[in-house]
């Protein structure tokens, strides 16, 4: 039984991988280089394993006690040669290692030209992101376009986060008062996972975002249309009772580019409608996950800094939700992308 439930775990687990296809061992070009430096550790590892294990499996077998053999077998200390030789080749691949590190850092680090600018600053529990050239701001969710170079100043607003999208590229740390620099390419569209890979706070594991590779020409219309967007007008009286809602009730902390919200202590709702999470990536985008996020955002994710608003009638979040499900450039369809 306990067997058959350790089966079920695994596959589960294997299962939940699989349907994400997150993966370090991906193409993508920084990764690329990542995962070459993984196989020559690999091979090192096979090897010292090989060798270690067979030498162990060989001991135990040539000097077994054998039947009737009581006496004590020589007793053997020291032996220079031997030990020069298992200091000497662990030291070597050392630093065969250290040099194919070093030369794999240097090659991810370097400023690539013709990059896109674009800046991550982590917040607890949420990623804030600026397209520093054209002024505008997202949260949660990145667009960028596929086969451009893309450079992610990563930098924090309170506590030390990791910026981790892991089938693009490798970690960096977010720092307060440091700006550190990721650079990577995503080779076909898709919705990439993103992690929080460093200890923050209660809700370290509930702050993910995600990174939407488009094609060029999607990425192009989505900037332009983004440049010129204004909140709609509320498409009905539903709407129009949120939007009023939500500058009374919300504005204070978020901004809808065009409308009079403009507070910058929670994410920038701006695109709310098109986004394919809520709750920085954790949630699906749904209007249920919607109204009991708003309700009490800290029973979905523990620590969140966003008031309950307990005190919203369901006839209000109804409004609320229709409101920010407004809050979208058309002829984009996020949910389609395929999941990395
Ligand atoms: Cu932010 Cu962990």
């Known amino acids: 039984m306990p067997r058959m439930l350790l089966s079920v775990g695994y596959l589960s687990l294997a299962g939940a991988a699989l349907a994400h296809n997150v993966t370090i061992l991906s193409d993508a070009p920084v990764n690329q280089e990542i995962t070459g430096l993984l196989w020559w550790v690999l091979i090192f590892a096979v090897i010292i394993f ?40 662990p030291l070597l691949i050392v630093m065969v290692l250290f040099v194919l590190t070093a030369q794999t850092l240097v090659k ?12 991550a600053t982590g917040w607890q529990f949420w990623w804030d992101f600026q397209y520093p050239d054209e002024g505008l701001r997202t949260a949660g969710e990145l667009v960028i376009p596929v086969g451009q170079p893309v450079e992610v100043k990563i930098t924090s607003g309170d506590v030390i986060h990791s910026f981790w999208p892991p089938s693009l590229t490798g970690k960096a740390d977010a720092v307060p008062g440091e700006d550190n620099y990721l650079r990577f390419m995503a080779t076909k569209p898709g919705n990439y996972y993103g992690y929080c890979a460093e200890l923050c706070g209660a809700s370290h594991a509930n702050m993910r975002f995600r990174i939407l590779a488009l094609e060029r020409e999607d990425y192009n219309r989505f900037i332009e249309d983004f440049k010129a967007y204004e909140a709609p007008a509320p498409a009905n009286e539903q709407a129009a009772r949120g939007q009023q809602l939500f500058n009374a009730q919300c504005a204070a902390c978020h901004t809808v580019k065009g409308t009079p919200a403009r507070g910058v202590i929670g994410p920038d709702l701006s695109l709310f409608g098109m986004r394919t999470t809520l709750g920085s990536g954790v949630w699906d985008n749904t209007p249920e996950n919607l109204k009991r996020w708003i309700q009490d955002s800290s029973a979905m994710k523990p620590s969140s800094k966003m008031p309950p608003f307990t005190q919203l009638s369901d006839t209000d979040l109804e409004a609320l939700a229709a409101y920010l499900y407004s809050l979208k450039l058309d002829g984009f369809d996020f949910a389609q992308l395929p999941r990395y």
């Open 50 to 89: 090989g060798v270690v294990a067979g030498a162990l499996a060989y001991t135990i077998w040539k000097f077994r006690a054998k039947p009737g053999d009581n006496e004590l077998p020589p007793q053997v200390h020291g032996n220079d040669r031997m030990e020069i030789i298992w200091t000497a080749i």
């Open 108 to 119: 991810i680090k370097r400023p690539v030209a013709g990059s896109l600018p674009v800046e």
